[in-house]
């Protein structure tokens, strides 16, 4: 699948990712390191070059960025070394070691970074594939009244697709994201949310599963590949519903169901960051039905069968009780069946 922000070929299908998780990051017997201490400065301007089997420990990575920004006048050289920025793998996973890095394996979040810095850091850094620079705020839909339009971060150079590797009960999903335009979810050996609805899927066993907030999908492709019946995914936020739908076309080989068919591009959903009524962006259908909405919670009631469904609500803002609590009462006054906070 083409990429929707390079061009290129960085969307794979997941088996293939999930194949190249034991030795993406791991070490060949030439490969040297040298663990540096990333709270105090970088002694001297030095780093080490990439193996000769293309990997550099991720220390001598962060050292050469380092270098980068105190040559680009970024950073005066007294900063510690984590100054740099955050180091976002791809694909990203639960590891216990720190990695040995291949070309176009990291994208880097920084507050400081400048354009011209970023063009430099593709050009020179060949493990870097994107530079974001990054905000006191987090990107994507984070306001559930859809009252303020999201905000994002910003992609100044290479391409920020990533995917994670999330295990679930029936198996691995990969969920690709443009990590400028959503907010970040790291992979772990124990992830509550996908315990949550498998909790709700053996209790209930449900013939439709409904993930009204899906951020890039994890939750409903995870009841999908546990085989539910039928599974809608929906989210307000563009980026989100064009993940989500590409995420189905990415695991399709998990579920039973034809072809997925997408219908609309990146760039034509950009056109409405955020929609209330909900707008078929995607389906693949067989013995599953599995669809992706672009839509306000609130009104997907709308697309709904008319037979209980388990809904899964993964509001933002969990920490308001008064707001998830309207949201759940109203949810309740429209569709039947049963509906949890993961
Ligand atoms: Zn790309
Ligand atoms: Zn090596």
Redesign the pocket.
């Known amino acids: 699948m083409k ?1 929707p ?2 061009g ?1 070929l ?1 969307i794979r299908d997941a088996p293939e990712v999930i194949e190249s998780v034991p030795s993406v990051f791991s070490r060949c017997r030439r490969c040297t390191f040298r663990v540096l201490d990333k709270s105090i400065p970088l002694r001297g301007r030095f780093y080490a070059t990439p193996c000769e089997c293309g990997k550099r420990f991720i220390d001598e990575v962060f050292a050469h960025l380092y270098v980068i920004m105190v040559e680009e006048g970024i950073l005066s050289g007294n900063e510690p070394l984590k100054a740099v920025g955050s180091p976002l793998l791809h694909p990203g996973f639960f590891k216990a070691g720190p990695p040995f890095l291949p070309k176009d394996s990291l994208v880097l979040l920084s507050p400081l970074v400048t354009g011209s810095a970023a063009e430099r850091i593709i050009k020179e850094v060949p493990e870097v594939r994107g530079v974001v620079r990054s905000g006191d705020f987090i990107p994507g839909a984070t306001d559930p009244s859809l009252a303020t339009l999201p905000r994002t971060y910003e992609l100044l150079a290479g ?1 920020d ?1 990533r995917a994670g590797v999330f295990p679930t009960g029936a198996g691995p999903l990969v969920i690709y994201v443009q990590q400028s335009q959503m907010h970040i979810e790291f992979p772990r050996i124990d992830n509550p949310k996908i315990r949550s609805v498998e909790r709700h899927l053996a209790a209930h066993s449900p013939a439709w599963c409904v993930d009204a907030c899906s951020g890039a999908g994890t939750l409903g492709l995870c009841a999908a590949r546990h085989g539910v019946r039928g599974v809608v995914l929906n989210d307000a936020w563009y980026a989100a519903a064009f993940w989500s739908a590409t995420n189905l076309h990415v695991n399709r080989m998990f579920l039973r169901t034809g072809e997925v068919r997408m219908l609309f591009s990146c760039r034509t959903l950009r056109e409405h960051p955020v929609r209330e009524d909900p707008v078929l962006v995607a389906e693949a259908t067989g013995e599953q039905s599995i669809r992706v909405y672009q839509g306000d919670f609130r009104q997907l009631w709308k697309v709904l069968p008319e037979e209980p469904v388990c809904a899964v609500l993964d509001l933002f803002e969990k920490s308001d009780t008064r707001k998830t609590g309207d949201a759940i009462r109203e949810w309740k006054s429209r569709v039947p069946g049963e509906v949890f906070i993961p």
Do not use: A, E, H, S
Request: proline share 0%; glycine share 0%; net charge negative.
């Open positions: 990429c922000v390079c290129d960085c391409c697709v």
